[in-house]
């Protein structure tokens, strides 16, 4: 019995140091699978601009990247879509946000994630993840 409750207290022991650990390492994969869609949206949306001549409109949002332009609206130097598949979602099961123009300076438009917390600003694990940050 004594053994039992060594065995226990040793399995508390290491789960207690391994598994805060274990969980910072998903956070910072989470924002770095993040990251590297951002950038891949980004990609997506010079190879837009370059045939377009501008970029998406905040009301066309990213969809214009996947899908082409109305019927009534077609433009012949649509060449899409811009996107394998459909547009991703970040780690956290939410849309990426596209704003034009961009509220940055330097920046033509704003393209982020609004990271683990789900909603504008936040902290730490929480923060926005923008394009380029």
């Known amino acids: 019995m004594l053994e039992l409750l060594v065995v226990i207290l040793i399995i508390g022991l290491l789960t ?3 598994g805060p650990r274990f969980l910072g390492q998903i956070s910072r994969s989470e924002v770095t699978t993040a990251k590297a869609q951002l950038d891949a949206l980004d990609k997506a949306l010079q190879a837009y601009r370059i045939d377009m001549g501008r970029f998406p409109s905040t009301s066309e949002g990213l969809g214009a990247l996947a899908q082409a332009p109305a019927a009534g609206a077609q433009d012949s130097r649509w060449h899409g879509p811009y996107l394998k598949g459909s547009l ?3 780690p956290w099961g939410m849309s990426y946000q596209y ?6 300076p ?3 438009y704003d393209l982020f994630s609004f ?3 789900r909603v504008t600003g936040g ?3 929480d ?3 923008y394009l380029g940050q």
């Open 16 to 18: 207690g140091i391994v």
């Open 88 to 90: 991703p979602a970040d």
């Open 99 to 104: 704003r034009l123009p961009s509220t940055q």
């Open 106 to 108: 330097g920046r033509d």
């Open 115 to 117: 990271g683990r917390d």
């Open 123 to 125: 902290t730490g694990d």
């Open 127 to 129: 923060a926005d993840i």
